[in-house]
C-alpha cells in the first residue's frame, strides 16, 4: 500500500495524457448533458445557438452550457502542449517523482479550472479563479519543459 503513494516507485506520466483528455471531455459532455434535446450529434457547433434559442432555459443554464463548452475548447487548446511536454520530459530522463508530481498536479489544476469555470462563475468575483487555476496549469507544463532542458544540459 505504501508503494501506491510512492512518486518514485512507477512512471505514471504517460497514463496522465489520457487522464487529461478525459479532463477535457468532462466539461464537454456536461454542457451536451444540459443542452438536452438541443445537442445535434449532425451538427454539434450550433449546440450554443439551439439553446439560446429556447425558451425554456434560463440565463444561468444557458451560461452554464456556453462556459462548459468554453472550458473544453480551453482544455483542447493546451492538452497538446501537456502531451508534448511530458513525452520531452520522459525523452529526456526526468525522475519519475518529478513527472509523476508534476503531471498529477497538472490534473489537478484541470479539476480546479473545470470547476471555477463551470460552477463558480455565475459571480463575477470568482472570475480571477479561473486565470489563476489556468496559470497554475500553463505553469506545471512549462516546468515540464524545464525539467527536460535541465536534464538534457
Not at 487529461?20 to 454542457?31: L, N, R, T
Not at 443542452?35 to 449546440?47: I, S
Not at 526526468?94 to 462563475?121: D, G
Amino acid at each position: 500500500m505504501a508503494a501506491l503513494f510512492d512518486f518514485g516507485a512507477a512512471n505514471w506520466s504517460y497514463y496522465t495524457v489520457p487522464a487529461a483528455f478525459f479532463m477535457v471531455m468532462v466539461p464537454h459532455m456536461y454542457s451536451n448533458i444540459l443542452a438536452g434535446k438541443n445537442y445535434d450529434l449532425a451538427n454539434p457547433y450550433k449546440v450554443e445557438e439551439h439553446c439560446a434559442k429556447d425558451t425554456t432555459f434560463n440565463k444561468v443554464t444557458l451560461k452554464r452550457i456556453q462556459r462548459a463548452r468554453a472550458a473544453a475548447k480551453n482544455g483542447f487548446e493546451t492538452l497538446s502542449l501537456f502531451a508534448a511536454a511530458v513525452v520531452a520530459a520522459n525523452a529526456a530522463g526526468v525522475a519519475a517523482a518529478r513527472l509523476n508530481a508534476l503531471t498529477l498536479a497538472y490534473l489537478a489544476s484541470r479539476a480546479a479550472y473545470n470547476y471555477v469555470y463551470v460552477s463558480l462563475q455565475d459571480n463575477a468575483r470568482t472570475a480571477p479563479l479561473r486565470t489563476l487555476t489556468w496559470a497554475v496549469g500553463i505553469v506545471i507544463i512549462m516546468s515540464l519543459f524545464v525539467s527536460a532542458g535541465n536534464v538534457v544540459n
